[in-house]
Nanobody
Framework: QVQLVESGGGLVQAGDSLRLSCTAS????????IGWFRQPPGKEREFVGH????????SYVDAVKDRFTISKDNAKNTVYLQMSSLKPEDTAVYYC??????????????????WGQGTQVTVSS
């Protein structure tokens, strides 16, 4: 079992930065990677980025790759999503998720076994 706790959401203005945290506990040695997803209002959940637990190699969806950075603090078992140059269209509930295997693409939500509770990010224009 893996537990994920997210924090760091809030209300910001366009152009601002915000950092989300995702702290894992439990069977963290079984984690293959952590993904970040978001669900804008009235829309389906979408992939944002992913980092492998051991190598810390990160990948991103094109819409955010020049603005968002995913990093990991091994000592704290915490993954961060650093968001900069935020836009109103980044408004969403952001989720982190843990996957134990790399069977499906990191972009597929179905490949993740554990999910955080979500944190709201609102970007005003």
């Amino acid at each position: 079992q893996v537990q994920l706790v997210e924090s760091g959401g809030g209300l910001v203005q366009a152009g601002d930065s915000l950092r989300l945290s995702c702290t894992a506990s439990g069977s963290t040695l079984s984690i293959y990677g952590i993904g970040w997803f978001r669900q804008p209002p009235g829309k389906e959940r979408e992939f944002v980025g992913h980092i492998t637990w051991s190598s810390r190699s990160a990948s991103y969806v094109d819409a955010v790759k020049d603005r968002f950075t995913i990093s990991k603090d091994n000592a704290k078992n915490t993954v961060y999503l650093q968001m900069s140059s935020l836009k109103p269209e980044d408004t969403a509930v952001y989720y982190c998720a843990a996957r134990l295997r790399a069977i499906l693409s990191s972009r597929q939500a179905a490949g993740y076994e554990y999910w955080g509770q979500g944190t709201q990010v609102t970007v005003s224009s």
